[in-house]
């Protein structure tokens, strides 16, 4: 997946439903995003790597 994990997503026909914000559990923000197409849902969560530079992006199957 590229940098931008949410842009590739839109851009495959995936529609944003919600979006949240929170400190995680390594005390780093974290923005989570439910995505949905076709009656498919998934979760996207992207945060800063602890070290280094980038983000670190999982996608959950909901």
Same mark, same amino acid.
Do not use: T
């Given at each position: 997946?590229?940098?931008?994990? #949410?842009? $590739?997503?839109?851009? @495959?026909?995936?529609?944003?439903? @919600?979006?949240?914000?929170? *400190?995680? $559990? ?7 995003? #439910?995505? !949905?197409? +076709?009656?498919?849902? +998934? *979760?996207?969560?992207? !945060?800063? +790597?602890?070290?280094? +530079? ?6 959950? $199957?909901?």
């Amino acid at each position: 997946m590229s940098d931008k994990p #949410l842009s $590739d997503l839109v851009r @495959q026909g995936w529609e944003v439903v @919600q979006y949240s914000a929170s *400190i995680g $559990d390594m005390g780093v923000l974290e923005h989570c995003v #439910l995505v !949905r197409r +076709k009656g498919e849902h +998934k *979760i996207v969560r992207v !945060r800063s +790597k602890m070290l280094g +530079k980038g983000a670190v992006v999982e996608e959950l $199957d909901v």
